[in-house]
C-alpha cells in the first residue's frame, strides 16, 4: 500500500513577482487553544499531528494568478509518485500479457 497524508494549510502571504507569476506561502494549520477530546475541532486535530510545515509554490498559470488570497486554508494531499508510476508501468494494466 502507497504512503500517503492529508495536510490543511493557511495561504500566510502571496507575493506578486509580476502579472505573470506569483509565490503563495503557506504554513500548517497551528494550534488554536487546547485539543478537544471529542475531536470536533478539526484545525487542532491537523495541527496535532501535523504541528509544523511550511510550503513555497510558484505559479505562472495565468488563470490561477490573483485566485488565492492570505488567510484562506486548503487541504494538501500528498501521494506516492513512486507507486503510481510503478502501476502505470505494470504490463497487466496496459492491456499487455504476462509473459511466462
Known sequence: MATSMRAKMKITSVTR???TFETL???AIGRSTSYPEDGSDEDNTYAKFSPSAELKISIANPALIG????GETFYVDFT???AHIKAL???LLDGGSDAN
Do not use: G, L
Open 17 to 19: 513577482h509580476s502579472d
Open 67 to 70: 485566485k488565492f488570497n492570505p
Open 89 to 91: 508501468e505494470s504490463p
Open 25 to 27: 506561502t503557506f504554513a
Open 80 to 82: 506516492s509518485a513512486d
